[in-house]
């Protein structure tokens, strides 16, 4: 019973979409149909994402790049603007939600050293924003993009047209804010080292994540459709498997498994006439608003893999789902990371956090929401 508490507690989402994939499957009748349903390569590049970002962590390599950085900016603004652009751009490659996992720790820890706990509040706040807006920008930066990429016929041209300009428009909003206002010097920090990294040197390091990087090397050779995923996929099982089979531990298994119950769910819908007709007309024509909206409710990743089971403009959708991780706290799952690192650390700031965070999202979501409109215009 602790057990079944836990998983409702902490994989919310999951928990969603297996009801949803329960109920759907007495309306339709388990059949050899179901296997057709999931994306097995989508379900196969996430995974093999997931293991090599979190071998990419346990090296230490993104906190070392962090410190590197820190040391060198000469105060509290431009140790601001260090962390947003360090979280904007390494979402790109290594995922919002590990970027977050991996800065805003860190980032508590050396402004609770100089700074008072406001500064900090919106530093968090900035960075989460920085890292679900900058994920945006490639196929690879989170689960959404890498699933309506690989499910859709679009090409990275028109994937990049779709979502570069809203990470441009973001990314100077974040300086604007970063560097407006009062600055003060950074006092004197410094940041411990993870346990067993003082032995670590660069180069050690750097033969680490040789391996690593041949392996994410292919599976963006997998992304861009130019190698078929399955010798991918087994490739990176065998070489996890002789340098660090610990890694296994450090997949988000449950995350796939939404995946699949959502997969089950969307193709369930599908086979009702009535509902799949009702879907259809209310997405088609509106994938842009819808996936904001819905990504309000259920989140973004969710939203992405329910609409594009009946939309037929992928690249509205991205767009909507990537602008839909503004707004509320759920809108981004990655979001919640950043809430429940600060609330560890500022029990009595929960309420603070949550008006912070909902003020600046909203104002990034509605400029980037007006951008969208514009752009809309002009195409029309």
Sequence with gaps: MKLFKLILKNETVFCISFLLAVLSSFVVKPDMQYLEYPDYRTIALLFCLMIIVAGFQALG?????????????????????????????SSMVITNDVTLITFVPFTI???????????????????????????????????????????????????MQAVLPYAGLSLLLLMAVTLIGKDEPLLDVSVEEEKGGAGKTVGRMLRGAAPLLILLLLCLLVVFRILPYQPVLICVILVILVINRKLYWSVDYFLLLTFLCFFVFI??????????EFLISAVQGRELLTGILTSQIISNVPAAILLSGFSSDFSALVTGVNLGGLGTLIASLASLISFKFFAKEYPDKKGAFMKVFTIWNLLFLLVLGAEAFL???AAG
């Design 375 to 377: 752009i809309g215009i």
């Design 109 to 159: 820890l050396v402004m609770r050293m100089g700074g008072r706990v406001e500064r900090v509040l919106k530093l968090v706040v900035l960075e989460t924003i920085a890292a679900n807006l900058g994920s945006m920008a490639t196929p690879i930066g989170n689960p959404q993009n890498l699933y309506l990429y690989s499910v859709s016929d679009l090409t990275a041209a028109e994937f």
């Design 61 to 89: 390599l993104f906190r070392m790049l962090g410190h590197f950085l820190i040391t060198r900016a000469g105060s509290i603004k431009g140790l601001s603007a260090v962390m947003i652009l360090l979280c904007f751009f």
């Design 267 to 276: 193709g369930n819908m599908k086979r009702i006439p009535e509902v799949s």
